[in-house]
């Protein structure tokens, strides 16, 4: 497609309810990003996929958090039993080759309750 | 943890006015970036400065960057009231394999 699509755009989801974001990076990317932005925040690097291969998950926050992207192009970040404090929007971002700028998906902003 | 520090965190101005948004950072950078998100949706791409340049221009945008005081500035001119967003400075350490460490933005009010 001709940008980063993420989906749902909207989650809302009961305390300790499983949920699982999607994000579809442009096509031929390379490099895929993970990260959550909480309200009046800048985002924060939650996990790094080259390709299949996640070469960087030190931002994940706790172990209910995980990520995959299987065959290298669409990735699934999923929480298990949520917490409040999970509440975020989730970006998606990906670049073809690093060095020059990213390509941001909207995000899916997530709300526990 | 977020690296980047913008100043202001708010700042309102006129249109027709220019608008100059800082953004200090710790440590040593491959380049760094700028993005501005409208509110509710993701972040777009403004222009990147790389470790060995002082000054970059993109239309209306003016960016500097002074590594030996590890910060940089971003001048919007002739401000529209559609430049109201936040703006982000993000750092990246090396080209591809490091993620982007974020600011935590100035939110920008352009008054018609």
């Known amino acids: 497609g001709a940008g980063v699509s993420q989906s749902p755009r909207y989650k809302v989801a009961k305390r300790g309810q499983d949920v699982a974001l999607r994000c579809d990076p442009i096509s031929g990317h390379v490099s895929l990003f993970w990260y959550q932005q909480a309200l009046g925040q800048g985002p924060e690097f939650l996990t790094y996929?080259?390709?299949?291969?996640?070469?960087?998950k030190s931002g994940l926050p706790s172990d209910r958090f995980f990520a995959e992207r299987p065959e290298g192009s669409v990735s699934t970040l999923k929480i298990q039993r949520t917490q409040q404090e999970d509440s975020a929007v989730y970006l998606c971002?990906?670049?073809?080759?690093?060095?020059?700028?990213?390509?941001f998906g909207s995000g899916t902003r997530l709300t526990v309750v | 943890s977020q690296q980047g520090e913008e100043d202001p965190q708010a700042l309102s101005i006129q249109e027709g006015e220019n608008a100059t948004m800082n953004c200090s950072y710790k440590t040593s950078i491959n380049n760094l970036q700028w993005y501005r998100q409208n509110s509710g949706r993701g972040l777009v791409h403004l222009i990147l400065?790389?470790?060995?340049?002082r000054e970059k221009h993109s239309g209306r945008l003016r960016v500097t960057l002074d590594t030996s005081k590890k910060s940089s500035s971003l001048l919007i001119t002739a401000s529209r009231a559609a430049d109201t967003a936040s703006y982000f400075c993000?750092?990246?350490?090396?080209?591809?394999?490091?993620?982007?460490?974020f600011g935590k933005g100035t939110r920008l009010s352009v008054i018609a």
């Open positions: 971002a990906s670049s073809l080759t690093g060095g020059a700028g990213y390509t």
């Open positions: 996929f080259q390709n299949e291969a996640q070469l960087d």
């Open positions: 400065i790389r470790s060995n340049e």
């Open positions: 993000a750092t990246e350490l090396n080209s591809g394999n490091t993620p982007l460490v």
